[in-house]
């Protein structure tokens, strides 16, 4: 079977044909942003999905708050334009085959789970740091989606009562203290200069203290709100994934902090490194019907 998939990023729209066995083809990028004459973004996702031909089903994946079941977007904060359409309809009225969309980490651990770190597995936890902080949970080889198909938003439960305000408006998110973004926000504080996770970790190893310091502090937000995840999950597996998750030994740092602050009971938990990178959108996208 060969499903055109969609990775509808808030910067870029990634694109391709893939088979069951996780083989990408005709893999393209385009920009996120309208041009061209473009009116919506739903627009250009038809003039996308039109260059391509000999495929049987759509997959796509996307940030934000996803109903699968009924191919519903309820917000997407980077991608306004796609909010509160249910794209599933428009896309398969087009085009006349079967659409299937979820959101971009739920479609990652699907991806991982058939293709990469969580191969063979049948329980696990996925989250992806980032400009936040995203989550997915599976059970039984299957997603666990909660009542209206938005469940796993680790990046939002509150690990700092009272604490610094997030994104959403409300205090104290993990994602506030544990994402990528609060760790450049903490480190340029040092140095303007560091701007992005990669800035960060080439700078770590020149010996700066405070720099250190602060990578240790969000090393301990992120393991943090793993434990409480850890106790009430009780997963044999957690895969880790964004792309500062590929910093050389972070994961394994990550794992040791947490097995400090975890219950003797649960400490042989794994946690591990996601492996299929800048294409999980796309295979995820993929495993959506497998």
């Known amino acids: 079977m060969k499903i055109l998939v969609l990775d509808i990023g808030g910067t870029f729209i990634k694109a391709g044909v893939c088979d069951q066995n996780g083989h990408l083809d005709i893999v393209k990028e385009y920009e996120t942003k309208l041009q061209n004459g473009e009116k919506n973004l739903v627009e250009k996702l038809i003039q996308i999905i039109s260059e391509y031909h000999g495929y049987e089903a759509i997959g796509i994946s996307m940030a934000g708050l996803v109903n699968s079941e009924e191919g519903y977007i309820y917000e997407n904060g ?106 450049v926000k903490e480190a340029s504080k040092l140095n303007r200069t560091y701007v992005s996770g990669r800035i960060i970790f080439a700078k770590e190893n020149q010996e700066d203290a405070e720099l250190e310091k602060v990578i240790q502090n969000w090393i301990f937000e992120i393991a943090l709100g793993l434990t409480s995840l850890i106790h009430i999950f009780n997963p044999p597996v957690i895969i880790l994934g964004g792309g500062v998750m590929e910093q050389e030994k972070l994961v394994e740092l990550v794992s040791l902090k947490v097995k400090e602050l975890i219950r003797d009971s649960y400490s042989d938990v794994k946690i591990v490194k996601a492996s299929l990178g800048n294409k999980a959108g796309m295979l995820g996208a993929s495993a959506l019907y497998l």
């Open 78 to 183: 980077n991608i306004p334009d796609l909010a509160r359409i249910r794209l599933t309809e428009i896309l398969q009225n087009q085009f006349k085959v079967q659409v299937k969309l979820d959101n971009d980490v739920n479609a990652a651990a699907l991806g991982e789970k058939y293709y990469g770190a969580g191969k063979g597995l049948e329980d696990f936890l996925c989250l992806t740091y980032g400009t936040g902080i995203g989550g997915a949970i599976v059970i039984g080889s299957k997603l666990y989606k909660g009542h209206k198909g938005i469940a796993a938003e680790f990046g939002h439960m509150i690990t700092h009562p009272l604490g610094n305000q997030c994104s959403c408006g409300r205090l104290g998110c993990y994602e506030t203290y544990a994402s990528t973004s609060a760790l």
